[in-house]
């Protein structure tokens, strides 16, 4: 493996293992802060053991991720340094006030975590709140930041210097609103589905049900929304890919030759050397009217991008294929749940119902990993497109392979370590929090 | 505007040795830490430390993003030069970071508490043991980019007897640190002297290893104590925090827990202080004389503003949450223990 592909492989990895922790912590206070509202309320004591459940799986996810997201704060300069170098005055105005966003986050989860009976109960619920918050800013801060990458503002380039640098400008890039919105709704689909999953898997052994179905309506209501709206954001996302990246729009749909009236491939391998593709569905006029919401409208291919500048097609290609598929099956889900909660009761109850939603626990986090290879391998071969490419940002070092060896193992073990954390956590809830059925009686609290 | 940007660099460099470095420190205190003892050892660092954990390493997120927007050819050589020290301190950071919670949230207890407790230990060594190291590694000019060979290149300058001997003053100052914070949250009085013997013998270590740094200096050829003690704004610096040991000594073993906690402060504080006015404004000196300062290698303009500005309305949120933080969970909880 050359150092390029090591480097690449790395923050693939390094990226690919933070977003799933970074998803979590955006998206888990909110159910955390949905199921302590309830409590605090109506005095639910299952409402309050789900929250205090819920934040032990917070804490085990908030510290990996801000470990892997202070990580990929130096990684960003250890494997591209010339990137960084012009880069960094740049687009680093999301970044300082990530740094912000993200201190605030550490400080607020130090209060809610530590905090039960110490503060006034709704000051500390604000705490909770204000950790889904600062998460939330932080993820569109950075996904702002990968907008830049993807749609370069905010300076003149003139004789290879970097001029004019307006740091607010390219903070706003084309990119950054489509992008971050895609992102941050999938968070909610990922997380939603996910703990959704996990806690059906729980009702189907039939073990605390009561606490258990709570923690399933917060997430799947949450997560089945936003699967739902999830496409009109994606819409948005391939019309704005469409003007401004064709490469990608036509690496993304194995679309080799302008033409109008496009089709849209669903499925189907692409061959590169041939310039075609095996196996799909065309569903004629579609991707025009897609990219640019006309049938007839002409749609850029690869024909019109210079070899050098292709992005992998194969990859691309699989990896929206998955990430769509992935999405329309959440919809299907999020409808199915919706329907049942108004007319069918008593599927909630019913195994087949659960399977489904068990089976659908990875759904939302293959997509969001299938979304981001579309979003990174399809910018390829810029690093800053259009300007930079991820060649020339490499660092001269040699022998990154080894660093990437090193942190793969300590990404799968840490992932593993999680996994089993996980499990223990949900082994213990019969133990440490057992049905009150009868809340006049004073049950004990739990053990810390 | 610049200023702003430095004041805030150095702000978060201090707090980060101050508060970050306390926080390893916790780990490293452990790792001394007699058998016996490690279980109270290890309640007390939760009860007083795992709050504000997080926000004290936010400290270190802060001086990077402050390197790259602001310097970035500074960012970009140390992550060049100094990239495998950069790496194995980061191993720590994750190391550390995941043990201690993983240790507290693991509902079984059961044999994986002592892989926590081996890895929270260790890393708690070695990432300020590294991070010493290419602080050292960042002043001794043995960076050298003209230089052909990897060793010469990557490893040569990180590893010489000067860096390594900052990086062990480095680990010091964090357990010095540590043992008088926890010293002054421990309630009970047989305990509070365990900690009280080890913030003495920490801080013996730490003037030793101090010493060790200027014999490593003069060794390696730099004349870094010649040019401390001759240049009077360093030299009296250099006396006062001298001088503050006696007072340290005193505050210890009167139990006064706020006033050793200023002191010890107030000495690394100086420490940073003589080296931070020594330097200044170099903040990587290299092997050719072409050091990077933080003038020389600061970007111009808009960035420097806005980073400024983003700084200035960060702090305003962060500084009055975080100290009323660190104040919520200095006191005993009420009602339970």
């Known amino acids: ?448 | 505007m610049l200023y702003v940007v430095i004041a805030f660099l150095c702000l978060s460099i201090l707090l980060y040795l101050l508060l970050g470095g306390a926080d390893f420190g916790a780990g490293i205190v452990e790792l001394i830490t007699k058998s016996d003892l490690r279980q109270n050892t290890r309640m007390l660092t939760y009860r007083t430390i795992g709050p504000v954990w997080e926000a004290n390493h936010m400290w270190l997120i802060i001086i990077i993003v402050i390197l790259f927007v602001g310097f970035p050819p500074i960012y970009s050589a140390l992550s060049i030069y100094l990239h495998i020290p950069l790496l194995l301190m980061l191993l720590g950071i994750i190391g550390r970071g995941t043990a201690f919670v993983f240790r507290h949230y693991d509902a079984v207890k059961d044999d994986m508490q002592r892989v926590y407790n081996l890895i929270f230990t260790y890393s708690s060594f070695i990432t300020p043991f590294f991070l010493g190291i290419i602080a050292g590694a960042m002043i001794s000019g043995d960076i050298n980019p003209d230089a052909n060979s990897f060793y010469e290149l990557y490893v040569a300058p990180w590893t010489s007897f000067f860096s390594i001997s900052v990086g062990i003053f480095t680990v010091s100052i964090c357990g010095f640190l540590a043992a008088v914070y926890l010293s002054g949250e421990e309630t009970d009085q047989h305990i509070r002297q365990v900690f009280i013997h080890k913030a003495r013998l920490l801080n013996i270590a730490t003037v030793i290893s101090g010493a060790l740094v200027f014999f490593a200096a003069y060794v390696d050829g730099l004349s870094l104590m010649v040019e401390l003690i001759t240049e009077p704004v360093t030299l009296t610096i250099l006396i006062l925090a001298s001088l503050s040991l006696l007072l340290l000594w005193h505050f210890l073993n009167k139990q006064k827990a706020a006033a050793s906690r200023l002191v010890a402060g107030f000495q690394i504080t100086m420490i940073l202080l003589a080296l931070g006015y020594h330097y200044f404004p170099d903040f990587l000196v290299m092997h050719n004389g072409a050091n990077l300062s933080l003038f020389n290698a600061a970007a111009t303009g808009k960035p420097i503003t806005t980073l400024a500005w983003a700084l200035i309305l960060g702090s305003i949120f962060i500084l009055p949450s975080l100290f009323y933080l660190i104040y919520s969970f200095q006191k005993e909880p009420e009602g339970q223990a």
């Open chain 1, 1 to 448: 493996m050359d150092d390029l592909m090591a480097a690449r492989s790395q923050m693939a990895l390094s990226l690919g293992f933070h977003i799933i922790f970074a998803c979590i912590g955006m998206v888990m206070p909110f159910f955390m802060a949905t199921s302590h509202y309830f409590y605090l309320k109506t005095g639910d004591l299952n409402h309050k053991n789900l929250t205090k459940a819920w934040s032990k799986g917070v804490a085990i996810f908030f510290v990996t991720g801000a470990v892997s997201g202070t990580m990929l704060s130096f990684e960003l300069g250890l494997l591209w340094p010339t990137f960084m170098e012009h880069a960094g005055p740049i687009f680093g105005m999301p970044f300082s006030l990530e740094g912000t966003a993200f201190f605030i986050e550490a400080i607020a989860i130090g209060f809610f975590l530590y905090g039960w009976d110490r503060f006034n109960p709704w000051f500390h619920w604000i705490t909770g709140l204000i950790v889904g918050i600062s998460g939330l800013a932080s993820g569109i801060l950075v996904v702002a930041a990968n907008g830049w990458m993807n749609s370069p503002a905010g300076f003149d380039y003139v004789d290879g210097k970097y001029i004019n640098i307006d740091p607010i400008a390219a903070m706003f890039n084309d990119a950054w609103f489509t992008q971050a919105l895609h992102m941050t709704i999938a968070a909610f689909v990922a997380t939603g589905f996910a703990v959704a999953g996990i806690h059906a898997l729980m009702l189907l052994k039939g073990r605390n049900v009561a606490f258990h179905i709570k923690a399933f309506k917060i997430a799947i209501i949450f997560g089945g929304v936003a699967a739902i709206v999830q496409p009109i954001s994606g819409d948005l996302s391939a019309k704005d890919i469409a003007k401004r990246q064709p490469a990608k729009l036509a690496a993304m749909e194995s679309h080799f030759e302008t033409t109008k009236r496009a089709p849209l491939l669903i499925g189907g391998i692409p061959d590169e050397k041939n310039k075609s593709v095996d196996y799909a569905i065309e569903i004629p006029g579609a991707l025009s009217f897609l990219a640019h919401g006309d049938f007839d409208a002409t749609v850029k291919g690869l024909d019109q991008i210079p070899e050098e500048n292709h992005p992998p097609v194969l990859v691309t290609h699989l990896a929206f294929q998955v990430m769509v598929l992935c999405g329309m099956i959440m919809v299907g889900l999020g409808l199915l749940y919706f329907f049942a909660a108004w007319k069918k009761r008593d599927w909630i109850s019913k195994r087949w119902f659960l399977m489904l939603f068990i089976a659908a626990t990875p759904l939302g986090f293959i997509a969001v990993e299938a979304g981001w290879t579309v979003t990174e391998v399809g910018r390829q071969p810029w690093i800053l497109y259009g300007y930079i490419k991820t060649s020339e940002a490499v660092t001269p070092m040699p022998g990154i392979t080894y660093s990437f060896v090193v942190f793969s193992l300590v990404y799968l073990s840490l992932s593993a370590i999680v996994i089993f954390l996980l499990y223990r956590q949900i082994k213990m809830v019969p133990e440490l929090y057992t049905d009150h059925g009868n809340h006049s009686k004073k049950p004990t609290e739990p053990i810390q």
